[in-house]
């Protein structure tokens, strides 16, 4: 299940990605061992069991901010910052329809608890009802002066509630879409809403820090809840309506006696933010999802954290059980949903020492090590055979973008949010050189293959030359129209490439600062190099061919955009293949693929947003 999108679109890929993203004591790695492509080599290995994980849900084309399972947990709803919603069969993946309509993000859905019938909230303050069969738009509710961000159906299916910036929630009647009432009463944004599951009461969670309960027939407010420190972004009623939960950006979730008002307990676990809770329908379960990119399962009477489930590459924003309770349903700001198994073991993660989101990775150009560098303002070299952290660089105030070796190996350069190149020992890890000028963020960093400058690029749209000794700024090329994402120096070191933003490449005289050349890529390029005939731009997807400069005199620029040709291993423009000479070859899991990557021959370097650096070796022979 787990490969299936890939295996009904692509039979082959039976015998390529699933065999090596598959765990190392899989029945299905077991059993066609022998079938294993043997040119292409994964370290560190992958697991050695399965993944919490059952199926992730692609399709969505931006991050996808709520979940809902229908009642019969037959199917399941994603809603997207797309514009759109989408309905999944829950047991094949497959998209059963996309509800378009909305024109601005969409952030929450949910079914009537009959199954029939799904409520939408948009940004453009409005709510959507829909034919949860035919996916036909039965009514648009309007009254909201700002933003909706959550909605849900009472048990009975015969009112909906919906909860906005405008401080309001209100209650319409989801057949006619008449306001039945509305509820004031809180000082800032709501951001969530739900019903008990006797349909009595109505809870509203609020930046104002505080949860409110309503009483639903007459709307007046019965309990005020006060105990986290930071805005309360979900909550939700057990399903016997006996306690209430609530989910904070003061990274905890507090358990409520949904009569008294009384705290019961505060589970603390998560290291940011916490977005959504919800109970399991037989209440004894309790699911969060967190900025921290983790999903955890809690026992709801003792508090205890008994699953964490990792394998998004970045923020969870939406958590729901099927109501069996057999499922776990999260939403993401990777784009993807994902589908787990509500009693399995905790997901086991590989190679994870990052902190935080990875930006880049590097190899040493000997290729025995690998640099990492992380929002977690660290540098990490790994040993590129073992996959071992042999030295941890600190020193930076604020996250590292981009790393890169000297050509002789032996030091190396960081350049950072905090404006800011480091230069270090890459053998002792000791900081040599702080190089500072930049009047924005750093962003990139390259050594000459010389080794006696360094050239850095950054936000302020400028590329840097400095002498590598003496740390001086010796040049200051100005041009581009955007931020400069990369740079490279020839291997003669006698030019220089840079790539912004503004989706072209320049090409300059490294010693006068004469712009040569402008090449117009059509895509916003993050990391360039020169191959040794400098006739080719090595890039962070791939070998792009360029035209050949001579060192003398400038080349004319083609005035006719040209469109990127790819040679030898590479990845595709939508990050999900491994490709050779721009042909599809191993397809990616979601959970695996890149916030960054480096390809240096036939090895590619790849660090996901989830923390983790993995490293792809292609043995055929590369044209």
Not at 247 to 266: L, P
Not at 282 to 287: E, Y
Not at 320 to 345: G, I, P
Not at 391 to 407: I, K, M, N, P
Request: contains cysteine; charged residues 20%.
């Amino acid at each position: 299940m787990y490969h299936k999108w890939v295996i009904e679109g692509n039979p082959l890929q039976t015998y390529a990605s699933a065999l090596v993203f598959s765990p190392t004591r899989s029945l299905i790695r077991v059993l066609f061992k022998e079938e294993e492509p043997k040119e292409i080599v994964i370290k560190p290995a992958i697991q050695d069991n399965w993944s919490s994980c059952l199926q992730t849900l692609e399709g969505h084309r931006d991050w996808v901010n709520s979940v809902a399972f229908s009642h019969d947990s037959t199917r399941l709803a994603s809603a997207s910052r797309d514009s759109t919603v989408k309905v999944w069969d829950a047991s094949s993946g497959e998209c059963i329809s996309t509800l378009e309509g909305h024109s601005a993000p969409v952030n929450s859905v949910a079914f009537s608890h009959n199954s029939t019938r799904l409520a939408s909230a948009s940004d453009h303050n409005m709510v959507k009802v829909w034919d949860a069969s035919s996916g036909e738009c039965l009514s648009t509710l309007e009254g909201h002066s700002d933003c909706v961000y959550s909605v849900a159906f009472s048990h009975d299916s015969t009112r909906l509630a919906s909860a906005s910036g405008d401080k309001t929630v209100k209650v319409w009647d989801a057949s006619s879409g008449e306001c039945l009432q509305t509820l004031k009463g809180h000082s800032n944004w709501v951001r969530s809403v739900a019903f008990s599951h006797d349909s009595t009461r109505l809870a509203s969670a609020s930046r104002d820090k505080t949860v409110k309960v309503w009483d639903a027939s007459s709307g007046e407010c019965v309990l005020t809840l006060k105990g986290h420190s930071n805005w309360v972004r979900s909550v939700t009623f057990s399903h016997d309506s006996t306690r209430l939960a609530s989910a904070s950006r003061d990274k905890t979730v507090k358990v409520w006696d949904a009569s008294s008002g009384e705290c019961v307990s505060t589970l603390k676990g998560h290291s940011d933010w916490v977005w959504s809770v919800t109970f399991s329908h037989d209440s004894t379960r309790l699911a969060s999802a967190s900025r921290d990119k983790m999903v955890k399962v809690w026992d709801a009477s003792s508090g205890e954290c008994e699953l964490t489930l990792k394998g998004h590459s970045n923020c969870v924003w939406s958590v729901a059980f099927s109501h069996d309770s057999t499922w776990l349903a999260s939403a993401s700001r990777d784009s993807t949903v994902k589908v787990w198994d509500a009693s399995s073991s905790e997901c086991v993660s590989t190679l994870e020492g990052h902190s935080g989101w990875v930006n880049s990775v590097a190899f040493s150009h000997d290729s025995t090590r690998l640099a990492s560098t992380s929002y977690d303002r660290m540098v990490k070299i790994w040993d590129a055979s073992s996959g071992e952290c042999v030295l941890t660089l600190e020193g930076h105030s604020d996250c590292v973008y981009l790393v890169a070796f000297s050509h002789d190996s032996t030091r190396l350069a960081s350049a950072s949010r905090d404006k800011t190149v480091k230069v270090w020992d890459a053998s002792s890890g000791e900081c040599e050189l702080t190089l500072k000028g930049h009047s924005d963020w750093v962003n990139s960093v390259a050594f000459s293959h010389d080794s006696t400058r360094l050239a850095s690029t950054s936000y302020d749209r400028m590329v840097k030359v400095w002498d590598a000794s003496s740390g001086e700024c010796v040049l200051t090329l100005e041009g581009h129209s955007d931020c400069v994402n990369s740079v490279a120096f020839s291997h003669d070191s006698t030019r220089l490439a840079s790539a912004s933003g503004d989706k072209t490449v320049k090409v300059w005289d490294a010693s006068s600062g004469e712009c040569l050349q402008t090449l117009n890529i059509g895509k916003a390029l993050h990391r360039i190099s020169f191959d040794i005939s400098n006739s080719c731009l090595q890039t962070d997807v791939g070998v792009i061919d360029i035209i050949a400069l001579s060192s003398s005199r400038p080349v004319s620029t083609n005035p006719e955009p040209q469109s990127p040709q790819y040679q030898g291993i590479s990845l595709s423009a939508d990050g999900v293949w491994i490709t050779h000479n721009s042909e599809n070859l191993v397809w990616i899991p979601s959970e695996y693929r890149p916030s960054c990557l480096v390809v240096s021959g036939n090895i590619i370097g790849i660090g996901v947003g989830s923390g983790r650096v993995w490293i792809c070796k292609v043995q055929r022979s590369i044209s």
